[in-house]
């Protein structure tokens, strides 16, 4: 062995028992620090506990006077101040100890020593997922990632580098940078990079299996991921990034970031995240706590849709929507409906939307009439004559409100007026005693708060004079029956009140329906002079979806407009920061609701437009987006990730060729097999192969395994015929899946959106299948979901988007 080679080896073993016995000593401080935490922490559940076990203990409940009342009060306010401070102080212990806990297996994943400008010495910095300070309180034995000196770690190699501080930009030295693995407290591997993170560490990173849950990415994140994760001044945060450029991780560690950074300000129940899919919810449901933070709420925008729609109607998903769009290309009528759905989702309608909004204020608004027992209170005329009385400068939900309060009020007068009605009579007869024994109850009371020289003064009057005492008794039955009547049409009338409070008198779907009418119309209630050629057809394909109480997906987002233009907005401004993943997929429509719904909030957008399967998909980078537009461009920031790390290099250079600007797409250098295409001779033969593929891949020890088709109705025959050769654990997914499994499964291409799997099976790669061009993003996006291996199966010819490529990016295999 040569003796510089022989030395440096030395060196670099003397290096690492070195970091050993640090680490050693890090993690013997923090099971020391853990140990006396323990009983703190122990010690505040149990008073907490006992506060809440004896808290009606230590307060006399004391009302006889006022001032018996102000001390109860005080007593139950100090209890109550005693039991949050110790639960406070409870939750604070034992969230560092949960800390403590996450940083024992693997205390820290970096080094670097740097010398700040005008300093002398040196600081050795090591970084984690959590901070921890020695017994001094002064010195960090960890930094949290989070911290600003940490981006240096992310950002510089060693030389010149800088951070910003809330005080300042501090520059100074970088001389070393350093990588670690640990694993139980033991350095598996180190070492000193020149990048911003070593290859060597995302090799072994990125080699290992898929899992069930996405991970925390913080030791490797990249530079320019880095940049996504700090970006704390942008107000629409725009990110494109190539399949598997680490887009939805980088936005899951800026949560943690900005959670951080903002902990005194902002909570986790201010950021929203809006998924795919339910599947998905789960299968990023673990990174934030992993990194010691609550998660965010999730949510679906369908999700959204449905619960703030009508509950009368049915609206159509997304799914659903997109299963139509792939399978009924032969049926009456899909030209026109596709046509509709890019016409609904583009701001083009959204500007109809708010035309017709003013056409509204002055004709054509239609109510319901309030009924009760079959007979009109407030006729629809009347309710339309009052509306158009009011002030027509008013914009159109106030004069609603006034509406609303003109028809309570109504209500009342009529409640009045309804005690005398015939039917109250008739529905004494049929009232339960109870109902008798209360108001007899109430009567008696009543009689009981009279100044006693009042009932004395009574007694005597009616014993004067037996026909008075008649007369009493008589008062007595009337003012029963007036408070039984009272109460009769009280909760005839109650749902009408509850009804009127939540509009339930304005016809909003006759409002939406009436938009669909001919050309002419349409344009004098819009303005709108671009209608799309199969306009008649779409307006018959809407109209007779409203009369089944049903909705189109593309008609989801506008009726909730329309509604909400004559309602008034649900904003919500407690949310300060919202994540749209798969952004590509959302429409220009759906973007300026968002900004609407949340108009105090920031927003993060992160998508593909190569993954863009979706009739209503937004452009994202173009100068000319409408997310763009959306907040302008001086409060935009646009950052592209083309650098793709899940997939194997040979899996990039086959699937970026499909994309007409897939040249751009870079993949890390992680080497596999290449994608094996493979020609079956008929239906039998191409299940038998998949099946044994599916074993073999298995014995390889890839358990994270999917078989992807088009669409759902071919997921359930793939399923069906799969299971008969023996593939009893296969999963087949749907869109009501809610959570995601290690585990082989079939599935639709539009369901495995932002997930990952060890290998990936392509049902059917033939033309029949892909060969349109909005069926080339979903070639493309089902082979990108592989990290490891992809194989792709035909029983004829293989589709064109496939024949295009170069034959030394694949393998050909026939059976």
Partial sequence: MDINNWQQEHEQEKEQ????????????????????????????????????????????????????????????????????????????????????????????????????????????????????????????LIYDWRTPIASLYYDYSPGPASYVTPVGRIEGEMELKRQFQIQNGQIQSMFDASETIGDDLLQQVLGKGANSQMKSIVATIQKEQNAIIRDDSSRMLIVQGAAGSGKTSAALQRVAYLLYKHRQTIKADQMVLFSPNPMFISYVSTVLPELGEENMQQTTFQEYLDYWL??????????????????????????????????????????ALQSYGKWLGQQGMQFKGIRLRDHDLITEERMRVEFYSYNRSLPLFNRVLLLQEWLLNELTLLERIEREASWVQEELHYLDPEHYADVFEMLHKEREVFDLSEQIAKVREMMSSKRREDEGDFDFAWREEELLRRRIVKACFNPLRKGVKKFSFIDVKGIYGQLFGDEADYREKTNEVDIPLHWTEICRQTKERLLHNELFHEDATPYLYVKELIEGVRTNTEIRYVFVDEGQDYSPFQYEYLKKLFPRARMTVLGDFGQAIFMQATSLSAMDSPLIRLYGEAETSLVSLMRSYRSTREIVEFTKLMLPDGESITPFERGGQKPLLKELDGEEKRHAQIAADIAMLRAEGFNSIAVITKTAAESRIAHEALRKQGGEALLLITNEALRFEKAVMVLPVYLAKGIEFDAVLV?????????????????????????????????????????????????????
């Fill in 17 to 140: 028992q070195h970091e050993q016995e640090r680490l050693e000593r890090v993690r013997n401080k923090l099971q020391s620090r853990m140990s006396e935490l323990e009983p703190e922490v122990a010690g505040l559940h149990d008073q907490a506990a006992d506060i809440r076990r004896r808290f009606w203990e230590e307060v006399t409940l004391n009302t006889s006077t006022y001032e018996d009342f102000e001390e109860t009060f005080y007593t139950i306010n100090q209890q109550s101040a005693i039991l949050a401070e110790r639960e406070r102080g409870h939750k604070l212990m034992m969230q560092q100890w949960k800390n403590m806990e996450r940083l024992l297996p693997a205390p820290y994943f970096g080094r670097i020593d740097f010398q700040e400008k005008g300093s002398e010495l040196s600081e050795q910095i090591y970084i984690g997922v959590a901070s921890f300070v020695d017994e001094d309180g002064l010195s960090f």
């Fill in 310 to 351: 009508d509950a009368a109607l049915r609206p159509e998903d997304a799914f659903d929507q997109i299963e139509y769009v792939l399978t009924a290309r032969d049926t009456p009528g899909y030209e026109a409906r596709l046509q509709g759905i890019a016409y609904k989702a583009s701001d083009v309608f959204l500007h």
């Fill in 763 to 815: 049902y059917d790669a033939s033309p029949e299948a892909y060969s349109r061009n909005n069926e080339r993003k979903l070639l493309y996006t089902g082979c990108t979901r592989a990290m490891h291996r992809l194989h792709l199966y035909t029983t004829g010819a293989w589709s064109p988007f496939i024949q295009e490529l170069p034959a030394n990016v694949y393998n050909k295999a026939t059976t």
